[in-house]
């Protein structure tokens, strides 16, 4: 079977594959979610699950539901819960943070289902490292070309620093929910034991 590359949208669905579920399902919570900005239109949804499907990273079946009414469920295959850990679990490197900030997060909210709590707080981690190290350039370009800027050039890199610094804070706050939970667990463990 020839492998593609898998796009966004694709992998999107397999995150979302990780429940059996319809298209039209599929397209409701795009439709209905931040995930619109992925796409919900029957146009895009529907040939992107049969490219999944070529693939063997997903299978279809047809399921009847209630009336006379039939569906196509889609499922993950084992290779598409394989492609989907794969992709979450791929190092993240500064053009994912320049760039491709919207895939980081698509993959961390994929993440605990199909990796579990340490596979999110490994990506989070990942994610605070490299924008720790972006920062300071950023912060370094402001100051050397703050002068020979136009004032909308300025409040432009000030608004990107500003947004970087924002989700770093949130990376700290993320990594203390994962270890206030893991803390709860174990002392409910322990209790349990007890």
């Known amino acids: 079977m020839k492998r593609l590359a898998i796009s966004k949208l694709g992998y999107a669905l397999l995150g979302l594959l990780q429940q059996p579920s319809s298209g039209y399902a599929l397209r409701k919570i795009f439709a209905s979610t931040a995930m619109k900005t992925y796409s919900d239109s029957p146009g895009a949804i ?47 490197v500064r053009p994912d943070v320049i760039r491709g900030l ?49 004032t909308s050039g300025r409040l432009a890199l000030e608004s990107g620093l500003r947004s970087y610094e924002c989700l770093l804070e949130w990376t700290k706050y993320a990594l203390a929910t994962y270890v206030r939970q893991e803390k709860m667990r174990q002392e409910r463990k322990g209790a349990t034991a007890s």
Not at 53 to 80: A, C, D, K, N, W
Not at 119 to 130: A, D, F, N, P, Q
Not at 131 to 148: D, F, G, M, W
């Open 46 to 92: 529907y040939p992107a699950l049969r490219r999944l499907e070529q693939q063997g990273l997903i299978r279809g079946s047809i399921e009847e539901s209630s009336g006379l009414r039939r569906r196509q469920v889609f499922r993950l295959t084992r290779t598409g819960s394989t492609a989907l850990k794969k992709w979450i679990n791929r190092p993240l």
């Open 102 to 150: 919207d895939e980081v997060m698509l993959r961390f909210a994929f993440s605990e289902q199909a990796v579990g709590a340490p596979g999110s707080v490994k990506l989070l981690k990942s994610l605070s490292t490299e924008l720790r190290s972006y920062i300071p350039e950023l912060r370094e370009q402001l100051t050397v070309n703050k002068s020979a800027m136009p």
